[in-house]
C-alpha cells in the first residue's frame, strides 16, 4: 500500500491529517498530499458518465375538498 505524507492540514480516510504526517492511502491523487516511498502516486480519477436516473414521479399538489370549511374559520 503506498505511503503520502501530508503537506497540508487535510481530511483523508475519515482521519484529521497534520501537516507532515505519513500514512498509507490508495484513493486518487490529491494536491496535497506527497509519495513517500518514492512511488508514483495512483492516476487521476476517470469521470464516470452519468447513469440514467429514473425520473422521480411529480409532487401531488393538495386541494380543499369542495363542502370541507378548515377549523377556525366560520
Do not use: H, W
Amino acid at each position: 500500500m503506498p505511503r503520502y505524507r501530508a503537506l497540508e492540514r487535510c481530511f483523508i480516510d475519515n482521519c484529521l491529517r497534520n501537516e507532515g504526517d505519513i500514512f498509507e492511502y490508495t484513493g486518487p491523487r490529491k494536491r496535497f498530499l506527497e509519495p513517500v516511498d518514492g512511488g508514483v502516486a495512483s492516476p487521476e480519477p476517470v469521470a464516470v458518465a452519468d447513469e440514467p436516473q429514473a425520473q422521480k414521479p411529480a409532487k401531488r399538489k393538495y386541494t380543499r375538498r369542495a363542502g370541507v370549511v378548515p377549523s377556525g374559520d366560520s
